[in-house]
């Protein structure tokens, strides 16, 4: 079946770094691709998305580009804060019998030190 | 806008007792899904709900169950509780579960089974 890779966590990073959170995937089709964030005792937000090769998603200053030929969704950001703090998770959509359902990497929590 | 809203927030039960779980979807949203997530895993999908019929189920036993109403808010019911049961149940709501809709999630329920 389908699945979602991410980096292994836990990432530490300083204020004002570079973030790169790697994801990869393996689908039979071309799965829409999601990118969502859980901050602690929360729920996921949905951070962004992608639906087709090419895509760009962006939100909030992060970044990711749906790459087909390297099944890639890898998550960016020129400039973390301490607020994106939190665990990352890169979901592609996947049918099961009629319905649609996500299918999730494990995570990858994120601390971003002051 | 009220986004998706589950209850309750927190639940202990014992093993082989019953549990009843409730989510709101988000307004004008007509299908709701259900996610288990173990801690420190990523959510796994249990079953999705649209106009009040299931279309799709995840790989879980019959012990778990749901029902979505005319209200389009849902239940989701698990039997004989183990140990293993103890997770985070993510609820989420969609248009009407199709292939590239995002999902929006609740800030769901934590069930510790004694």
């Known amino acids: 079946g389908d699945s979602v890779t991410q980096m292994e966590g836990p990432v530490t990073l300083s204020e004002e770094a570079f973030l790169t959170i790697n994801c990869t995937y393996t689908?039979?089709?071309?799965?829409?691709l999601f990118w969502y964030v859980q901050y602690p005792g929360e729920g996921l937000q949905l951070l962004l998305k992608a639906t087709k090769a090419d895509d760009k998603g962006s939100n909030k200053g992060f970044e990711a580009t749906y790459r087909k030929e390297t099944t890639s969704f890898h998550l960016e950001k020129g400039s973390v804060q301490v607020s994106d703090s939190a665990v990352y998770f890169c979901?592609?959509?996947?049918?099961?019998?009629?319905?649609?359902?996500?299918?999730f990497g494990q995570g990858t929590r994120l601390t971003i030190n002051p | 806008d009220a986004g998706v809203t589950q209850s309750p927030t927190h639940l202990i039960k014992t093993r082989g007792q019953h549990v009843t779980l409730r989510c709101s979807p988000i307004?004008?949203?007509?299908?709701v899904s259900w996610y288990q997530q173990v801690l420190g895993q990523g959510p796994q999908f249990i079953f999705q709900?649209?106009?009040?019929?299931?279309?799709g189920r995840g790989n879980f036993p019959d012990r778990f169950s749901a029902r979505q109403f005319p209200n389009y808010s849902s239940e989701l019911n698990v039997n004989a509780l183990l140990l293993g049961d103890s997770a985070l149940y993510l609820c989420a709501s969609s248009l009407d579960g199709g292939y590239n809709q995002p999902q929006h999630f609740g800030d769901g329920t934590r069930l510790s089974i004694l």
């Open positions: 709900y649209y106009e009040k019929e299931e279309r």
């Open positions: 979901a592609l959509s996947d049918r099961i019998q009629g319905a649609q359902k996500l299918v």
């Open positions: 689908a039979t089709g071309y799965p829409s």
């Open positions: 307004s004008g949203h007509k299908s």
